[in-house]
């Protein structure tokens, strides 16, 4: 009892030893986060800055709603109209591109519907959707579920009447999708980050990547503390300054998966 009255009369008179980490919170997509982005990243910056993170890894449309309750500082997400959306509607200080990479249509190696062969991304899921081959969605609300819904209406492919027979909804993360499409030998679309770090890939290849359509730009938003008044603006400022500088888009460059470059920098100058 003695020992813990000391202590407790000490932290009155001095700096206490015992102090809480600083932390920012990021609400961020499953794919810079499974990918390893942020197990290279961040550490680069604590070292500089002394600041600590959460990242919540979810998909785009949740780590957004995370973003408008006020449960991070900062948002790093991949669809652009909400994100604008996210700024216009007064959750977000501004939208700056930070990075892209590519969306990827993987299927079975012997790929029975031929979609290798196809013209554009378009024709390869029209070809899918003709041959009754299962097609694994995140149905989850993800970047990636939203782009996915858009190529198929771009496809003029009406998906919701197929679910439950060739189009199966995860309803789950890049990862465990594409552990989902392995085990039904079947056709997913995913980041090139994930899948290039995705180990369980039994008899699934990349099988169409080509086109504008598959561009998968990211985006970085500092969240708006006239919303949210406990948003750490100024340490979340500095962070994404960071990001979009020389430096931070040189960091970005440098993670590479099995010594490949996954993501692609190109803030453009502020």
Known sequence: MRLVSVFALSCLVLPCAVAETEFLTIASTTSTDH????????????NKAGVSFRVVAVGTGQA??????????????????????????GYGLRRDDLMYNEFMLIGPREDPAKVAKAGNIEEALRRISLSGFTFV????????????LELWERASVQVRPASGDWYWEAGAGMGPTLNTAAARNAYVLSDGATWAAFGNRQDLV????????????????VVNPNRHPHVKEKQAKEFSEWLLSEEGQKAIATFKINGKQVFFPNARPR
Do not use: C
């Open 35 to 46: 990918s390893g982005l942020y197990d290279h990243l961040l550490p680069i910056y604590e």
């Open 64 to 89: 957004i709603r995370n973003a408008m309750r006020g449960d991070a500082d900062l948002l790093i997400v991949h669809h652009r109209e909400s994100e604008e959306r996210f700024v216009v509607e």
């Open 137 to 148: 969605s995140r149905g989850d609300d993800s970047g990636t579920h939203k782009r996915e």
């Open 206 to 221: 990349a099988l169409y990547r080509d086109g504008p359509l598959l561009h998968n730009q990211y985006g970085i938003i």
